[in-house]
């Protein structure tokens, strides 16, 4: 009897050439080697800012030797989604893991967007299974999902029929171009359909938020009678089952929320991750984990490029070499190189230049935010001097399909001390730079270098923080709180005045 005939594989590996590639990145190895070495060879000469560059800029040159040793081979992957649906019978089941603890930070009509999104991927249904952990054990979460799968009945088949690309309701609505215009009179209908019913659910969802209890804690709302948030045994509900099997349709989303003790640690949302990987109700061989996405991609779903934010070294450059010096040519070299070296692997993928430039800032916004109060903390629970704790943050609940985006993009503030760092950095190369001007148009060019260099690194700073400048003029949500103002004008302040004294 023969074999029978392998079917067509779904992609292929092709390696790439990239030896231009490589080339930039050893050039800039080779730049960041020269620097260590001047840095080595007139030590002495310097006090301590020279060591602390050297430091960071031995820390910039490791991170730079494990970014190439990843980059190196380079390949791609050539994918024929046609062929997907053909091997349905090969396709392995997926579970999808959906987490939330709080249904006053995180709205639960981002948790019910984030749901539908999932449950309307191109997947055959009864492959797929949607798990949600609510470490709140909310009724209204709960609520919220029974009415969201009741949606989703009719939302998936509109999502696949019409082969929808933005697959959260709100998203979908909200976006111009998914406006019923010059498309047949069939869409436009359910189109209006969707969107009226989209609107019924969403203030289904609102009415309920505002009473103390969604609806009677009766049938499968029992179990959540006279509950406490930190204290309860598991709750498991199964909202909605495929039972038939059918590939079109919903795919099943279970409700969980895993037991509390006062006594026993839970780890939080990993804990609560652990829970659902350990215990599956239906599959495991692949799973998926989505906190607040919002929405996905029906055709693909996008990597993005490794811009790692090691890159920040030219904020030590600024403070020892002089623009007389020849060496000076080396930090222009590299700082020029490596923008230019990204940027291009940007277009090259089709990203924008201002795609390129956002995720400049985003990068240098956590690496000098996020990473230094990880940092801390890290230090403060090594010295035994805090605990491990997580927060749950305020969700931005912008969700009404009418709203014109106007503020699409903008960054919102809160009184969080995060806010305070990079305020503070703001005000400082702010500072820096007012100074820098005053003291040239005294002064003129005279004095141990005309200060360009520091010029230009204090501008960069500024226009990478260019969201918290905004943010001192802003209003509302979008404006830095006054508190925060005051706190890293204080700091600032202090740096300034610290450094005088240095």
Known sequence: MANPPLSAPLYDRISRRNNISRAIELIILFLLFSLLLYRLLSLKDHGFTWVLALLCESWFTFTWVLVISTKWNQ???????????QRKLELPPVDMFVTTADPALEPPILTVNTVLSLLAVDYPADKLACYVSDDGASPLTFYSLVEASKFAKIWVPFCKKYNVQIRA???????????PQDVSLEFQQEWKKMKDEYEKLSQKIEDASKRSQPCELTGDFADFTNIQRKNHPTIIKVIWENKEGVSNGVPHVIYVSREKRPKHLHHFKAGAMNILVGEPVIFIPIALFAIYNLYTLSEYLRIGLSTRAWWNNQRIWRHSLVVGEPVIFIPIALFAIYNLY???????????????WNNQRIWRLNTMIAWSFGVLSVLLKLLGLSDTVFEVTQKDQSTNVDDNNANAGKFTFDDSPSFVLGTTILLVNLTALAIGLLRFRLVGGAGNGSGIGEFICSMWVVLCFWAFLRGLFGKGKYGIPSSIIYKSGALALLFVQSCKWV
Not at 342 to 356: F, H, K, P
């Open 75 to 85: 390949v791609d992957y050539l994918t024929y989604t046609k062929r997907l649906l």
């Open 169 to 179: 309701p709100f998203r979908f609505f909200s976006v111009k171009s998914t406006s």
């Open 342 to 356: 990204t940027l291009s692997e940007y277009l090259r993928i089709g990203l924008s230049t201002r795609a390129w």
